[in-house]
Each structure stands twice: as C-alpha cells, then as structure tokens.
C-alpha cells in the first residue's frame, strides 16, 4: 500500500500515465470519431476523480511551453492574418462575450430565477474560461455573493473546457470538412506562406534553446503588465497570453540581437504535441478532483447554463465566420477559440485540423475578448439584482 500511496501522489508518475491512456483512448475511432488531444484530458479527469493529484506548478509549466511552440510555428502567417481578418476578429471577440452576457441575463431572470443568482453569474467567467473575468467580477461583488459566484466559475471553467474541446474535435467531422481544402483556403486568403512573403530574411535553425527560453520569459514579463480600464479594473494578459504575443513577434522578425527565434516546423511541431498531451492531462488531474461532488452539492443548473452558454457563443462565433464571412476553418477555428478565451481549445484547434497557423487567428482575437469580458463581468454586477 505504500507503493500505491506514494504513486498516487508522484507528479511526474501521474502526469505521464494520464498521458499514456489519453494517447491510447484517442487513438481509438468510434464511426470516424476520434478522442485525438481530448484523451488525456478525459484520462486525467478520470484519475483526478480517484484522487490522483499532480503540482499545480505542472499547470503553468506545460502550457507555457505548448503555447510558445505553437505561437513560434504561426508566426510566419501572423502578418497575413492581420491583413486578411484583423477587423473580422475583433468582431468575433465582441461577438461571443456579448452573446455570453445576455444569456446570463437570461439564465438569471428567467430560466433558472430559483437558484443561487451569484451561482448562476459565475457561470459567465467560467463558461468563457477567462479568469480576469472572474477577478473583475469579484471585485465588484458583495462579499457574500463571491464564494457562490466562484463555485459558479469552477464548475463553469471545466464544463467551458469540455464544450470546446470537443467542439473542435467534433465539427470538422461533422460537418465533413476537407481540411486540405481549407488549408488551401487559408494560404489564399493571406496571400501564400514562403517565408520571403513574411517580410523576414532570418535564417532558420533548427533549434534553439536560448530563443525559446527568450521567448518564456518575454512573455511572463508581457503578461504580467497591467492594463488600464478606469473602473473596470487593471487587467493583464497573463503568462498564455503574453507568451503567445511573444512568441508571434519574435517569430515573426526571426532573431532578438544574436539570439535565434526562426526555428524548424518539424521539431516545433513534435514539441507542441508532447507538451499539448501533458498540459491537457494536467488541466484534466485538477479539474476531476471534486468535480461531481460540487455538481451533486449544487445541482445540474449550473452545469446546464454553463454548457449553454459556452455552446451558444460558440455557435455564435461559428455562424459569423463561416456562415457570414465565409472565412477558411483555419482562421475561423483561431477566431472561435480565441472569442471562448481558452487555450484547451486552441490545443484542440491545432490538433484536429493539424494546422498551427490557428494560433495565429487566435493571438488575434485572445486580446480583445479578454477586455470585453472584464468588462461585461463587472457590467453583469450591475445590471442583474442580487439579494441584499
């Protein structure tokens, strides 16, 4: 029993268990149907259920890491997107906020009016995975309506993540998508990819070890800047956030004085699968701990106006960019995740269309939905009634 005991509470042993049978369960098709990155966050939320448990520090590590290799891989596009959607994505990042603030509105007046309404509200922040949202909310709230409205994003963020996830998974699929063809698509709509189009001359190496780690730090230190916004607070974009935006501009220029940031695709590449697999094993280990005893404690409304929520400003975002615009699932895909403010769908994004180039229509829009959901957090507060 002390084996067991001690594995159980081993990091590295969980962490890379829940990545071995999330790897196999994503492996296996069902109707043309594949788990693919999903599996080890499922593996992991099983484990977590079990009381696995794995450092929170794994949290922050593998997605920095995953964040700078995607980041560094669509930065040869970055500046095609800009030029193809740069007004289309700010759209998109006032779209889904504001869809996902009037059915909180909604879910609080009308279908759910006998549940906890901070409860409901947290599902707002949550659903949208954003956490400066929740930091906004928090600070404009009563006291005693914070812990409900916490509770109400804990169970919102899991649910949010599960909803993207295989949202991205699922609908190339579903909607029986050629995803060469839309690749195609994406590389006419920015105008090619040679990398002399790019407007950078750098050489590319193979691999960089001082570039990449530049790339970390520059991007903690990007995210940790605190944005001005009167009233609504100071927020930052936060360690995945900063690292991207790093990640795409010293890609894009290809060199910080004598340090390399042009690097190999293909070693990239293997990078930002390994560290994708361990980062969702790990959001999967924290989120299955606890879980279904808050549902059992606080019911399935919750739940249910979490996954509305999300899906419904999914749909929302989806219907803009395909069904409106037209837009290549490349960059619509970007767009969507970066409007959901979540980066567990980016992964998912890169890995069932194969294209990292997704992250470019994400940087795009990631900045711009994080300041409309501080402020539509604090804009909630007012606007919905709370006990007194």
Not at 101 to 113: G, K
Not at 238 to 255: I, N
Not at 327 to 342: C, E
């Amino acid at each position: 029993m002390a084996i067991v005991d001690s594995l159980v509470g081993n990091g590295l042993f969980v962490l890379f268990l829940a990545v071995l049978v999330g790897m196999g369960l994503g492996k296996i098709s069902v109707r043309g149907v594949k788990f693919g990155v999903a599996g080890p966050l499922f593996a992991g939320l099983v484990l977590g259920h079990f009381g696995f448990t794995v450092p929170d520090a794994y949290s922050g590590l593998t997605l920095a890491l995953f964040v700078a290799a995607v980041g560094l891989i669509a930065a040869h596009e970055i500046e095609g997107t800009v030029k193809a959607y740069g007004l289309n994505f700010v759209a998109v990042a006032v779209l889904m906020p504001t869809v996902a603030l009037a059915l909180t509105y909604v879910w609080t007046q009308f279908v759910f009016p006998n549940a906890s309404t901070p409860l409901i509200m947290g599902s707002f922040s949550g659903a949208l995975t954003s956490s400066p949202g929740l930091g906004s909310a928090i600070e404009a709230l009563p006291a005693a309506a914070r812990q409900d409205y916490q509770i109400g994003h804990s169970v919102g963020y899991v649910v949010g993540v599960l909803v993207i996830v295989v949202f991205q998974q699922l609908y190339p699929v579903i909607a029986r998508l050629d995803l060469d063809e839309e690749k195609r698509g994406f590389d006419e709509a920015i105008g090619g990819t040679d990398d002399d189009e790019s407007g950078s001359s750098v050489t590319e190496v193979t691999f960089s070890v001082m570039g990449y780690a530049l790339v970390i730090v520059a991007g903690a230190v990007v995210g940790s800047i605190p944005i001005p916004m009167g009233p609504f607070g100071t927020p930052s974009l936060g360690t995945t956030g900063g690292v991207l935006v790093a990640a795409l501009v010293f890609g894009y220029f290809g060199r910080v004085g004598p340090v390399p940031t042009r690097m190999d695709t293909g070693i990239l590449s293997e990078i930002r699968a390994f560290t994708l697999a361990m980062f969702l094993a790990v959001v999967g280990v924290g989120a299955g701990g606890g879980f279904l005893a808050t549902i059992a404690e606080y019911g399935l409304q919750i739940v249910a106006a979490s996954a509305l929520t999300s899906f419904i400003a999914i749909l929302a975002g989806l219907a803009l960019t395909r069904y409106v615009w037209g837009m290549d699932w490349i960059s619509a895909a970007g767009g969507i995740t970066g409007g959901h403010t979540d980066t567990k769908g980016l992964a998912a994004a890169v890995d069932a269309t194969g294209a990292d180039e997704v992250a470019a229509g994400y940087g795009n829009t990631y900045p711009f939905a994080l300041l409309f959901m501080v402020v539509y957090a604090k804009l909630l507060v007012i606007i919905i009634p709370l006990a007194a």
